[in-house]
């Protein structure tokens, strides 16, 4: 069975500060998909990323970067110089490869509050 | 390029009633998946359907149903709606056929209270 784990539930940072975002996950695959999903409270997911198990590098776009970690069965995100419009709900989830990414199992998420 | 729409957004039914949920998915995409989303969790997996069938499902019981047509859209139906049913119910499209690469690409939801 697949499980995601994400041990923050909220979060609270000041504007410009950095903060990372934590994912541990759990398969029997050993081929897999890793995603994190952007939540705003008009209730669309918004697609950050998906990362292929094979794949350990680390991925830097704009201010959002990933570390995935095989070895710890971790895919954290972090956010550099946060931004007001970086609050929302962020969700780490995993797939197996064979559903080609169609089929989720997301973690309960961490609500990321930016205070101005 | 419209993306996944869902209707209707909000919706508000009584215990043991029927509810139906539409989706038409992204222009191109071929399958559709649909979630539910309980108040401050995460999305579960409800199933999939692709080629006008049911290709997998999650942990649902008989009561949730589903239909693709042959334009891609689907339906999601819910028969003797329970209390514990209000949640978001999200639509996602993805592209499967030729190999398609199956990214997700979700609506805003319906939001679904039960009372």
């Known amino acids: 069975a697949q499980k995601v784990t994400q041990a923050q539930t909220e979060i609270s940072v000041v504007e410009k500060e950095d903060v990372t975002l934590d994912c541990v996950y759990e398969t029997r695959d050993t081929t897999y998909y890793l995603f994190w999903y952007k939540q705003p409270p008009s209730g669309e997911l918004v697609f950050l990323i998906r990362?292929?198990?094979?794949?350990?590098q680390n991925e830097i776009s704009g201010r959002y970067s990933w570390n995935f970690q095989k070895s710890t069965s971790s895919f954290n995100f972090t956010i550099t110089a946060s931004q007001v419009v970086d609050s929302a709900v962020y969700f780490c989830?995993?797939?197996?490869?064979?559903?080609?990414?169609?089929?989720?199992?997301f973690g309960e998420g961490t609500q990321l509050t930016v205070n101005p | 390029d419209a993306g996944v729409t869902q209707s209707p957004t909000h919706l508000i039914k009584t215990r043991g009633q029927q509810v139906t949920l539409r989706c038409s998915p992204k222009?191109?995409?071929?399958?559709v998946s649909w979630y539910q989303q309980a108040l401050g969790q995460g999305p579960q997996f409800i199933f999939q359907y692709y080629e006008e069938e049911e290709r997998q499902r999650g942990n649902f019981p008989d009561r949730f149903s589903g239909h693709q047509f042959p334009n891609y859209s689907s339906e999601l139906n819910v028969n003797a709606l329970l209390l514990g049913d209000s949640a978001l119910y999200l639509c996602?499209?993805?592209?499967?056929?030729?190999?398609?690469?199956?990214?997700?690409?979700f609506g805003e939801g319906s939001r679904l209270t039960v009372l």
């Open positions: 989830a995993l797939s197996e490869a064979k559903t080609s990414g169609s089929r989720l199992t």
């Open positions: 222009s191109g995409h071929d399958t």
């Open positions: 996602a499209s993805s592209f499967l056929g030729r190999g398609g690469g199956g990214e997700l690409f």
């Open positions: 990362r292929n198990s094979f794949d350990e």
